[in-house]
């Protein structure tokens, strides 16, 4: 089963727009990390955040955690087509040692 | 795609018949992983490696083997193909550099079994 889940599976934007997605999770964590996979590509690491961290910023992504409620959101702002790929977030668990658990992924599509 | 290369990048097989995926590294990493993608899935951990001739099972290893004779290579074996095992396998390495379990990703092969 997935550890982490995203939510929307898929979104469109206009270039310029901010987007927005979430991924909620059901143990508790070490880390989670965003990543990106551009169409037949091979997944790139975004961003990490810690367990005791509650925002993160790299360029324009801006990742928030909260472990009380399980969840992270990343927001990508000022977005440009060349932001159009699906995002997972994955999870480093406690109980997992030195693996990820990912989810199923948002596939976000930034129109011109 | 971080020092990793993937062979072959495509692959269609017959039903039965055994199949080799190669992940081959350039930095002498310690962690290696093989993940398989599908829709609806993302990406599910087949088996992983902590080191020469160490290999652990990961959430779908069922029907697949895995040899790590020399650091820098990671081969996935299916014994014998099945149609369920068509999908794109991706290799990945950590490099261990924050702590944090960083991923860097392979370009993918993507296996279709008829």
């Known amino acids: 089963s997935q550890q982490g889940e995203e939510d929307p599976q898929a979104l469109s934007i206009q270039e310029g727009e901010n987007a927005t997605m979430n991924c909620s999770y059901k143990t508790s964590i070490n880390n989670l990390q965003w990543y990106r996979q551009n169409s037949g590509r091979g997944l790139v690491h975004l961003i990490l955040i810690r367990s005791n961290e509650r925002e993160k910023h790299s360029g324009r992504l801006r990742v928030t955690l909260d472990t009380s409620k399980k969840s992270s959101s990343l927001l990508i702002t000022a977005s440009r087509a060349a932001d159009t790929a699906s995002y997972f977030c994955?999870?480093?668990?406690?109980?997992?040692?030195?693996?990820?658990?990912f989810g199923g992924g948002t596939r976000v599509l930034v129109k011109p | 795609d971080a020092g990793i290369t993937q062979s072959p990048r495509h692959k269609v097989t017959e039903t039965g018949t055994p199949v080799t995926l190669r992940c081959h590294q350039t930095?002498?990493?310690?962690?290696m992983y093989w993940y398989r993608q599908d829709p609806g899935h993302g990406l599910r951990l087949i088996h992983y490696?902590?080191?020469?001739?160490?290999?652990d099972k990961g959430e779908v290893s069922d029907g697949y083997s895995v040899s790590r004779s020399k650091t820098e290579d990671f081969l996935l074996t299916l014994e014998s193909a099945t149609s369920s095992q068509t999908s794109v396998y991706f290799c990945a390495i950590n490099p261990g550099t924050s702590g944090g379990n960083e991923q860097y990703f392979g370009p993918g092969t993507r296996l279709t079994v008829t």
């Open positions: 930095e002498n990493h310690r962690y």
């Open positions: 994955a999870t480093d668990a406690r109980a997992a040692g030195n693996k990820l658990t």
């Open positions: 490696s902590y080191g020469v001739k160490d290999t």
